[in-house]
């Protein structure tokens, strides 16, 4: 009994909302492509939810195979004259069609078109983001708190810099700051870095330079976060509570504000691991997915639908990272057509796929290795 127990727990609290995180994200990601290639007249052979053996799915008037396949791990689109999921030509087939069925082949498509089709499927996740960020604020608002310090903690970076209690925070390094949340985000991704603070001060404004200290924090599920911290607390006065609300155009310029956040703080975080300024122990594979799902999960449907959106946020910039396989990779080959005026070999073409398979297989590896990592460590 206790094994069924477990198993249910599973299934529910992990399989389930992993599952419907990841299929809404795949599911908009290759609509993206699909739509535009329709658009192109590219002939779509399948668009698949998942990989390997069909359960079931049904053909489309215009001969799309829709299906939904056995490992949800995914999906993919595949045109008319491709090898495979990847968009890897089958040269052989190609030979033997048509012309007409040539014209509705990808590889026909001028470059133009087909580079369109490709970037369509994380320009559609990045779509996907502000699309569910913007029903949220529309449907709910938010509660915002001013940037005004209550208590500065001793000895923390704050006190060194010089903030007091009663400060209000005019801006950080020149950009305007209209919430206390904004401070943290700036102060979080600024760890060691000296901030120039303006700062309202018994009706007079103070010029500060305050360098917030670099912590790791752990939160109730006990997943570890690296941030910068200055050491303050948020005023709980009623005064500097706000209920914002948003109409729907307002909705959406927040919606695309939170989008551009979290795709330039991702961003960041990548080249800090380039660079060496961030450790790579935090790049997540589908089991830390699966984890924060489940985690998300129990505190509402809002919260797991806000974790779709920055994990579609997270797939559209992972597809555009210029590795063969990936649609960054694709991209890269039509750029290099475009300059050229003609294809790359396709002896360049099948080996750049096969690096470009190898890059991808070790940075799952890397990935669920840091999940196993994260396990043990709770």
Not at 319 to 335: A, E, K, Q, R, S
Request: hydrophobic residues 50%.
């Amino acid at each position: 009994m206790d094994l069924l127990i477990s198993a249910y727990d599973l299934l529910i609290g992990y399989i389930v909302p992993f599952l419907f995180v990841l299929t809404i994200v795949v599911f908009f990601h290759e609509l993206g492509h699909f739509l535009v290639a329709r658009w192109c007249g590219v002939k779509v052979d399948a668009f698949s939810v998942g990989f390997g053996r069909e359960i079931f799915g049904r053909t489309d008037s215009k001969g799309t195979r829709w299906k939904l396949s056995l490992v949800p791990l995914g999906g993919y689109v595949k045109f008319a004259g491709d090898e495979n999921s990847a968009s890897v030509p089958d040269r052989e087939r190609i030979a033997s069609m048509s012309a007409a069925e040539r014209e509705t082949a990808f590889i026909a498509k001028p470059v133009w078109q087909r580079a369109a089709v490709v970037a369509a499927g994380p320009f559609a996740n990045f779509v996907l983001a502000v699309v569910i960020f913007s029903m949220i604020f529309m449907a709910f608002g938010k509660i915002v708190t001013l940037p005004v310090v209550e208590d500065v903690r001793p000895g923390s970076a704050a006190e060194i810099g010089g903030l007091l209690p009663g400060d209000r925070i005019l801006s950080v390094d020149g950009e305007e700051i209209g919430t206390f949340a904004d401070l943290q985000r700036v102060v979080s991704v600024s760890a060691d870095v000296p901030l120039v603070l303006d700062v309202e001060r018994s009706n007079t404004v103070v010029t500060l330079t305050v360098t917030p200290e670099y912590k790791e924090l752990k939160d109730r599920f006990g997943n570890v976060q690296r941030i910068g911290l200055l050491g303050v607390s948020q005023s709980p006065k009623p005064e500097d509570l706000i209920q914002v609300t948003y109409g729907p155009l307002e909705a959406v310029a927040e919606g695309s504000k939170e989008t551009v956040y979290i795709a330039v703080r991702t961003l960041d975080y990548l080249w800090g691991v380039v660079s060496g300024r961030e450790a790579a122990d935090q790049l997540g594979g589908p089991i830390r997915v699966a984890q924060v799902s489940g985690q998300v999960a129990t505190q509402g449907i809002i919260p797991l639908l806000s974790l779709a959106a920055v994990l579609s946020i997270s797939i559209g910039l992972l597809n555009l990272m210029p590795i063969p396989m990936l649609d960054g990779g694709h991209l890269v080959f039509y750029f290099a057509e475009a300059v050229r005026g003609k294809p790359l070999s396709e002896r360049v073409q099948d080996f750049g796929f096969r690096i470009g398979i190898g890059i991808v297989l070790l940075l799952m590896v890397f990935a669920t290795w840091n999940d196993v990592l994260h396990l043990t460590r709770l």
